[in-house]
Structure formats: C-alpha cells, structure tokens
C-alpha cells in the first residue's frame, strides 16, 4: 500500500517498550510533544519531556499519518505559546516608566530580583504645599525593567506629560510587553543585542551591572589602589637597600655566600646592573605590551569603534552588595556580529590598557597533605631550649637544608593561558549570543630556559 494513500486513524498505533529502554530514550535529542500538554487555563502547566522521533524526513513529503501528527504537534505548540502568564499578586512589583530621564520609578518592590538590581537616586518630589523637595527613591535602568516586565514580575505604567484633569479616578492598563520594547530599545545606549545580553546572563544567576555609570548616582565599584607610590619609592629604595645589606652579612657569617659574582658588586653603584636586567638588554626584538605597536595611521582606533566595555559580570557566589559593588570577574563587550569585524590588534590594545592586571592563578590542590602527628616530647623541646642554646644554634647553623615555604608558586602554563588582562566579547548573531575571552599574556615574564 501506497504511504500517500494512508488515512490517519483515530488513535496513532502505540508500541509497548520496556520500562529501562524508555527512561533511557528520555534523555536523547528530540522534539517537545506539545500535545501532551495540559489545556490552557490549568494551575500549573508542565512541559513534557523529551521523545523519540517517530519517522525520518522523506524525499517525496511525509505520508498522511505523519503529516496529521505533525500539524496537531505545531497546533498544540501554538495553543501553549498563546497562553497568559499568571503571576501572584503577592509577588508582583509596580513601577512607572519615566521617558524624560529613562528610568523606571519603582512604586512597589517585591520579590529577590531588587537584592542585585536597581538603585537609590534622588529626585526632585512636589510636597502638600506646592514646593519641590529631593527625595530618594528606587529606580531601575532600561535593561532591568524590561527584563522585569518580560518575566512578568514588574507591571509598569507610562508617565504621560499632559493634563488629565477630571481623569484621575481612571485607571490605564499597564504596559505590554511589545509596548515596552518598543518605548525602551534605544535608551541609555540600550540597544537590542545588549539586552538579550542581559537577560542571557540574568538567567543564569549573574549580577550585570554598567561599567560606565549612567548618572552620578549610580553606583560603581571603587578603583584599583596602585602600590607604587611616587612619595614612598625613596624610602622603599632606602629599606631595600637596608634588608640588602643585613642579608648579605648574615650570609656572608654563615658561610653560604659565593664570592664570584660580579654582578653583586655593581648593583651597589648601579641600580640597574642585576641578572634578569642585563638578560632584558640583550633581546634584540623589544617585547612586552609597555610597547605600543606601530602604526601609519595617528589614531588607529575610529572613535566609533564598538569594541567598548558596556557591562560588568559577577559570578552567582561572589558576595555582591549593589550599594558597594566589587571589583567585576569579568568586563563584557556586546557587538553586532553582523555589523562589526573581527577586533584588530590596535582595538585589543586600546581595551586592554584600561583593564586592570589580574594575579596568576594558584596551582591546584591535588590531595590533602597528610597529618604528623608528633610526640610530646617533640612539642615541648622548643620550650625548653634555653636562649643560649638558640643564639648558638643562630651563630653556627647546622648543614641541614632550610625547609621550603609552603606558599605554592604558580604554575607557568597555566599562567601563560589565564593571561595577565581578560575581556569577554559577546557577539551576538540574530539572538544567537556566543562568548569569545581575550587574554593579554606575559610570555617574556615566564622564561622557559
């Protein structure tokens, strides 16, 4: 028999599997049956798991069964897509959207979103007697209140600047969604790949913030305290000099200094003449990223490049308090990946310099070291070593070796791959967000001979 001849039957042929076989069958890749939905208007709908795939795509269309299956499939995926959201009022948040200033004044806040969102700003408030008094109140940027309202947790209204005299015992519908989008795109330097930025990683459990605030009352975190002070390198210099000196004597009275070292003689004249500087001296290709890279052009970097830094990401167990953010984890990028190339060496460079240098990070722990446990006697020797005995010991040291300091020292590898400066590039592709991390490396700071 023909397969363009066949019917569709009342009910589709069922085949009995083993229980094993289809809890297994579960977690392959397959299409959503959305008819086994619930019906619209039911407390708490559930989404199906995932199932087999019934045929394989024919090269003359599908026959009548297959083709009755798949449009009760896509009709009942339609019918789940129309249906409303339903929110606690419990739960539910008001505010009221503000065009002039591009902010969204929070009414009501509820709910865990404004631990992480939002801001104090103050803002002039007309009072019983007609006068104008600062007062502070919470408001969210563009980004944030469109992602409140497109999960369905903030209902706004839009501030109307003209005069409703004998309306005011009427009450407007809040905003949609597509209203919402449509009023927000566009302010603040929002644009629409910044925001499925944003609500990407919300969704995730990050905390994005601005880098750049968009008003004084934004805040930012504090900046990187430089340890090269301009008034301490004299006594720095002083001390080292100091440490340098005593250093030598002791190792000088204990017998572990080495006499031919040339070197050790002129760093006292020259403060320059040490082993790894003369090593620098005889590279005869510069390296290190202190050397700006050449180029024809005066400014190689177009003012209106989009490789800016626009959002500030913290990790889900970073200890974030949105009065006195930290320091972020990473700094993101968010460009057009139909619209804007590949960054050049100039644009990395230009992004780089205003990043700050990260530490390198610890080796890991394979195992936990084993604990000694060590006799009485052994704890009470120290104690009962008289001072004599120690300033001897300190005079005529014994030959055995001195123990290692148990700070472990970074590995060089893993060093080299984490980079001394990280920027992460969104690029965003019609929704498609994919992530790419830059890293500035410090080959000449790790010598491998």
């Not at 269309?61 to 009942?76: E, I, K, Y």
């Not at 979103?113 to 104090?120: D, L, P, Q, R």
């Not at 001072?387 to 005529?396: A, G, N």
Request: aromatic content about 10%; charged content about 20%.
């Amino acid at each position: 028999m023909d397969d363009a001849l066949e019917r569709p039957r009342p009910q589709p042929a069922t085949t009995t599997l083993d229980p094993a076989e289809e809890e297994s069958s579960g977690g392959e890749d397959g299409g959503l049956d959305w008819t086994k939905l619930p019906k619209v208007g039911t407390v708490r709908p559930v989404i199906p798991k995932r199932g087999e795939k019934d045929f394989e795509p024919a090269p003359g269309g599908g026959s009548g069964l297959q083709v009755h299956v798949l449009d009760r499939a896509r009709a009942a995926m339609f019918d789940a897509l129309k249906a409303d959201r339903a929110i606690s009022s419990k739960s539910a948040s008001y505010g009221i959207w503000c065009p002039h200033i591009s902010r969204v004044h929070v009414t009501v806040a509820r709910g865990i979103h404004f631990s992480v969102m939002g801001h104090s700003a103050a803002r002039p408030t007309s009072i019983d007697d007609g006068s104008m008094k600062l007062q502070k109140r919470l408001e969210l940027l563009p980004e944030e209140a469109l992602y409140l309202i497109e999960r369905g947790a903030l209902f706004c209204w839009k501030d109307i600047q003209a005069d409703l005299t004998g309306l005011d015992d009427v009450e407007g519908a809040p905003m949609s969604v597509q209203q919402a989008f449509a009023e927000i795109i566009g302010k603040e330097d929002l644009t629409l790949e910044k925001y499925q930025v944003f609500a990407y990683l919300r969704r995730l459990g990050y905390v994005v913030t601005r880098t750049n605030p968009p008003s004084p009352s934004y805040p930012v975190p504090s900046p990187r305290i430089g340890g090269d002070g301009a008034s301490l390198s004299f006594y720095r210099r002083l001390s080292s000099i100091f440490s340098l000196f005593t250093t030598s004597v002791l190792r000088f009275w204990r017998g572990s200094v080495h006499w031919w070292r040339p070197l050790r003689i002129s760093r006292w004249i020259h403060h320059d003449k040490s082993y790894s500087n003369v090593l620098k001296s005889l590279r005869v290709i510069p390296t290190g990223h202190s050397v700006a890279p050449h180029s024809s052009r005066a400014t190689p970097v177009v003012p209106s490049s989009p490789y800016k830094i626009f959002y500030n990401m913290y990790k889900p167990s970073t200890n974030f308090r949105k009065t006195t953010p930290p320091q972020p984890d990473f700094q993101i990028v968010v460009i057009n990946a139909r619209t804007a190339f590949v960054p050049s060496l100039y644009e990395l460079t230009e992004l780089f310099n205003v990043l700050p240098e990260t530490p390198p990070p610890l080796p890991r722990k394979r195992g936990t070291p084993p604990v000694v446990q060590s006799s009485p006697a052994a704890v009470a020797s120290p104690v009962s070593t008289s001072t004599f005995r120690q300033i001897l010991l300190w005079l005529l040291p014994s030959s055995t070796p001195q123990p290692i300091s148990s700070q472990p020292r970074p590995h060089p590898f893993a060093a080299l791959k984490a980079g001394k400066k990280n920027i992460v590039i969104a690029a965003v592709d019609s929704g498609n967000i994919s992530f790419f991390r830059f890293s500035q490396g410090a080959f000449e700071e790790w010598p491998t001979l």
